[in-house]
């Protein structure tokens, strides 16, 4: 739709309405069969990451030891419970998104930020890699005032680490996501650990190559 334009986010009066009802899903994970939705264990805590295709993060993340599920979805935007054909759209100012349940007794937020951080390249605005997009862009979506702390401690140490190795500034959106119940929104069942479902499928995902030094500066 942005015809060599550079992709812009709409505006919410320009957003698609959207719909009342969530769109079908799986109802547990394909590759370990935990919950998507919950019940999640007592003590486990949620991340929201955005880093282009959600295909190819959501396989970083499920391998993580500790990680006890994800799933894909739509997060950053204003239309409720949009469809991946909408969000593809850029008209609802959603990016492709994975939440991240995990066991903070075996990885901490910070572990996740490395991994976010590293697996990507968090410089190229609306886009990563060939796929551009609203739908592609950087985001962090925090659940607390602490996730948020870390999140922008961890930006600011990988943006010195990237001038160190003369890349660009970092463009990642960072900011509290707010209810999982309204801000979150699953994709459809097909996305679910897609490229545990088809061996060989699409994944354009690459980091930078500079290594992310979080450590007691971000703890």
Partial sequence: MFFGRTPKLVDPDEAL?????????????????????????TGAKIAVFGEGCFWGVERIFWQVPGVITTA??????????????????GRTAHTEAVLVVFD????????????????????????????????????????????????LASRELYEGALANAGRSVITTE?????????????????????????????????????SCPIGLDTD
């Fill in 174 to 210: 960072v900011r509290p996501l707010g209810s999982l119940d309204g801000h979150f929104f699953y994709a459809e069942d097909y996305h679910q650990q897609y490229l545990a479902k088809v061996v060989g499928g699409y994944c354009g995902l690459g980091g930078t190559g500079v």
């Fill in 104 to 151: 903070p007794e075996v990885v901490s937020y910070s572990d996740l930020l490395r991994v976010f951080w590293e697996s990507h390249d968090p410089t190229q605005g609306m886009r990563q890699g060939n796929d551009i997009g609203t739908q592609y862009r950087s985001a962090i979506y925090t659940l607390d005032d602490e996730q948020l702390r870390l999140a």
């Fill in 72 to 89: 894909v979805g739509y997060a950053g935007g204003h239309t409720p419970n949009p469809t991946y054909e909408e969000v593809c759209s």
């Fill in 17 to 41: 309405v959207g719909r009342v009802d969530a769109i079908p899903t799986a109802e547990s994970h394909h590759v370990n069969g935990t919950p998507l939705k919950g019940p999640f264990p």
